[in-house]
């Protein structure tokens, strides 16, 4: 079993890449609030460096490593999305060679995302074969930098809470998306070191509930099979058992449904007029249900995990219309 | 004939409104310049107040009366987009009651920001309604604030570029989009207020082409219908007497396919993560015009007008995928 990290790594991992990132701005708008009667406090890491808190993460693998004088020559790393750009990004950044190997599926635009940050591309057809290639891939030297599974991943991820709660202390609840639980990991570690006293909150799609299940079993559940969510940043099959740890500390997880991600994302991009992915709509939608149980008004922080939509993703975002119906 | 206005009116304008709006930021894409081979510096008026310039100036009209002593009880405007936006934010901003007449087919989600800003909305089924609708209004005792025909406007909307050019000194053109020619004027103002050698260029649809038509004939050609475009915030059917006179004094005025529109505002939005109305990405398609021609690396500032999308428009947007075929 991983142990789990102190708080104090995030304070570090904060350090270490904040010359490197943006400092994300809390947008908020007066008209949520004034509807949910609760003042809703919104992380934007879409305006984060490629588009995604991801950055963080992969920064902190690279430089902590680079700090013990083991930058690796070439890193690898297999991923679709935003993890893709931020190993890109970041190698990119210090200096060294990345390879991403994505799946044929991976839409051209992430593609050429990632591509432009000079990282080569391995296209495969299955995840198997994906995961065989990046194995001998470090066996020949590559350094593998997983989505998740990685303590200073972890640490780094959390650094979008804790700049956040060091920019306003009066929050009371913070939500963040869980895919294979890497971001809700960190943010569970950025509360501990500046607002123990706060509850965690994660928020995964219905469709991909294995978090939410394997909290329930006392145990890791793994899907089957990729599930079909627009929320394409929390499809991982699971979790792994160094983020079950922190999960499992959390207040709790909501499971959203399809129409309601649908919902929340016309509605932030039109309040917030900013891009914001189907995935960090949902903890949105997590925070929602929790304040109608508030009988006092409250100020939550949400994560909004990347603003990275593809032109299909977009096509059914905006394919129904959702704003008819106001939230509160 | 109107008399031009004087440049140092911008000064005093900004004076007057700064305090009640966004210093928006001057945003840029990385892979945008490099793939253009310039730098392209976006004012990002959707993040302002009401999510679009047309704030300016309704605030410097109302402040300007409340100087003079003559704060009206009540303003009428006309409009179904951003001014009517405008109009009643700034009314509630003064303590001043707003009644907005908008056209029976006005979205149902422009409505109700118009309302939530506390404004009565009347509907009507025609222009001309409305039209014989506002002047009896303004007979017993409303104050009518059009979008564009009156000084205080155009100073108002000048002053998103005179705060841009007071941010970065090193811009080499302006672009913005013209529909009644209050944002292009306000804009050649203050340009020429702090860089008259720089010129400014605008971009209109050429489905409603009537500001090219019009300076190509000399005098002001009048569309005879609302044209059918996707840049809604270009749609008056001509422009004004006072706006045509700095209409002349500009360098150009591209006309831009719908297509190419459409092109430029995914990209816009692909690439800032931030809301693009389609009438804004017309300004950028004129400057990736224009900079084709230039054979040493400039910095051109757009003014992104706004980013107030109806999901009616939002669909048009994402209906087909314009992010295969990157720009330059």
Redesign the interface.
Same mark, same amino acid.
């Given at each position: 079993m991983p142990n789990m990290l102190s708080p104090e790594v995030i304070a570090k991992a904060y350090a270490r890449i904040k010359p490197y990132i943006h400092h994300t701005p809390l947008l908020e708008s007066s008209?949520l609030n004034e509807w949910l009667g609760h003042r809703i406090l919104f992380k934007a890491e879409?305006?984060q460096k490629i588009?995604a808190f991801k950055i963080r993460g992969a920064l902190n693998t690279l430089l902590s490593l680079q700090e013990q004088g083991k930058l690796p020559k070439e890193v690898v790393a297999f991923s679709s999305g935003n993890h893709a750009q931020a190993v890109a990004y970041a190698a990119k950044l210090l200096g060294i060679k990345a390879t991403i190997i994505m799946p044929e599926f991976t839409s051209?635009?992430k593609m050429?995302?990632t591509r432009?940050y000079g990282a080569n591309i391995i296209l495969t057809p299955t995840r198997q074969e994906a995961e065989a290639l990046a194995q001998s891939m470090t066996e020949k030297g590559a350094h593998m930098i997983p989505p998740y599974d990685r303590d200073e991943v972890i640490a780094g991820q959390g650094t979008a809470c804790y700049e956040a709660l060091q920019d306003n202390e009066n929050i009371d609840a913070v939500f963040a998306a869980c895919g294979g639980g890497g971001l809700l990991s960190g943010t569970y570690l950025a509360v501990q070191a500046l607002k123990p006293s706060i509850p965690v909150y994660g928020a995964e799609p219905l469709k991909g509930n294995d978090a939410a299940q394997s909290l329930r079993a006392g145990k890791i559940i793994k899907l089957a099979v990729t599930p079909d969510t627009i929320a394409d940043g929390a499809t991982a099959l699971s979790v792994s058992e160094r983020t079950f740890e922190y999960l499992k500390k959390i207040a709790g997880i909501y499971e959203i449904e399809e129409e309601t991600m649908l919902y929340w994302t016309?509605w932030l991009?039109?309040l917030l007029?900013?891009?914001v992915e189907p995935t960090s709509a949902a903890a949105m939608a997590a925070a929602a249900e929790w304040l109608k149980t508030e009988k006092t008004p409250k100020t939550v922080l949400i994560i909004l995990s990347g603003?990275n $939509?593809?032109?299909?993703a !977009?096509?059914k $975002?905006?394919?129904d219309? !959702?704003?008819?119906k106001?939230p509160g």
């Open positions: 008209l879409g305006l588009g051209a635009i050429q995302a432009s016309q991009i039109h007029k900013t891009a603003g $939509i593809s032109p299909q !977009y096509k $975002i905006w394919q219309n !959702y704003l008819e106001r």
